[in-house]
């Protein structure tokens, strides 16, 4: 990647983690754009070239952690597939990684305030486009592994959507809980139980 390149994803970075750290704090509805490009330090013109809403922002980084998952899977060494979707899967969501996106001292006010951005309604449509996207990401990576065709192969698009249900439940199982599971520990139960009854073929 280049550094012009780096450099938008940086900024693309720093507009959706400004949108979710702002929405956990004060709530969707009060907050705007404008908020969010001057938390990022950007302008709303520039807030405009990366994304179409504030909802948009917000499941960015959601939708991004999904196609560095695909991603992964095709550039990891040779492994069975299910170490290699593990591997994966988790290496998004380790604990050094959530302690470092974690905003607030208050770990009780930060769950709750996720709990409540979550539950919006004007993202879950958001939510539903970024992990269809996501899904055929990894469906296509899984193919590769696999040698078996996406167009024509059920296989590779079952695994994507147990992947990525894995994922969701496991991130909801995380914020319902009291206190809350580690979502790392929660996603290697849950990847570990989806393994067990989807062997490669």
Same mark, same amino acid.
């Given at each position: @990647?280049?550094?012009?390149?780096?450099?938008?994803?940086?900024?693309?970075?720093?507009?959706?983690?400004? #949108?979710?750290? !702002?929405?956990?704090?004060?709530?969707?509805?009060?907050?705007?754009?404008?908020?969010? &490009?001057?938390?990022?330090?950007?302008?709303?013109?520039?807030?405009?070239?990366?994304?179409?809403?504030?909802?948009?922002?917000?499941?960015?980084?959601?939708?991004?952690?999904? !196609?560095?998952?695909?991603?992964? !899977?095709?550039?990891?060494?040779?492994?069975?597939?299910?170490?290699?979707?593990?591997?994966?899967?988790? #290496?998004?969501? *380790?604990?050094?990684?959530?302690? *470092?996106?974690?905003?607030?001292?208050?770990?009780?006010?930060?769950?709750?305030?996720?709990?409540? @951005?979550?539950?919006?309604?004007?993202?879950?449509?958001? @939510?539903?486009?970024?992990?269809?996207?996501?899904?055929?990401?990894?469906?296509?990576?899984? &193919?590769?592994?696999?040698?078996?065709?996406?167009?024509?192969? !059920?296989?590779?698009?079952?695994? #994507?959507?147990?992947?990525?249900?894995?994922?969701?439940?496991?991130?909801?199982?995380?914020?319902?809980?009291?206190?809350?599971?580690?979502? +790392?520990?929660?996603?290697?139960?849950?990847?570990?139980?989806?393994?067990?009854?989807? +062997?490669?073929?």
């Amino acid at each position: @990647m280049g550094l012009r390149e780096q450099k938008k994803a940086e900024t693309r970075a720093a507009l959706s983690w400004a #949108a979710v750290r !702002l929405t956990v704090e004060r709530g969707f509805g009060n907050v705007k754009v404008e908020d969010i &490009a001057e938390a990022a330090g950007v302008s709303p013109r520039t807030f405009n070239n990366y994304f179409s809403s504030k909802g948009e922002a917000i499941v960015a980084r959601h939708l991004d952690r999904g !196609l560095r998952i695909a991603e992964a !899977l095709r550039e990891g060494p040779e492994e069975p597939l299910w170490e290699a979707i593990t591997r994966s899967v988790l #290496a998004q969501f *380790a604990p050094d990684a959530e302690a *470092a996106a974690h905003p607030l001292a208050d770990a009780d006010r930060w769950t709750a305030g996720v709990r409540m @951005m979550v539950s919006e309604p004007a993202l879950q449509g958001e @939510m539903l486009r970024a992990g269809a996207v996501a899904e055929a990401e990894i469906a296509a990576a899984v &193919a590769d592994r696999t040698g078996t065709d996406p167009q024509q192969d !059920l296989y590779p698009h079952l695994v #994507a959507s147990a992947v990525v249900a894995a994922i969701n439940t496991a991130i909801a199982h995380h914020l319902r809980t009291d206190p809350p599971v580690a979502v +790392s520990r929660l996603l290697a139960d849950a990847l570990s139980r989806v393994a067990a009854g989807l +062997s490669t073929p």
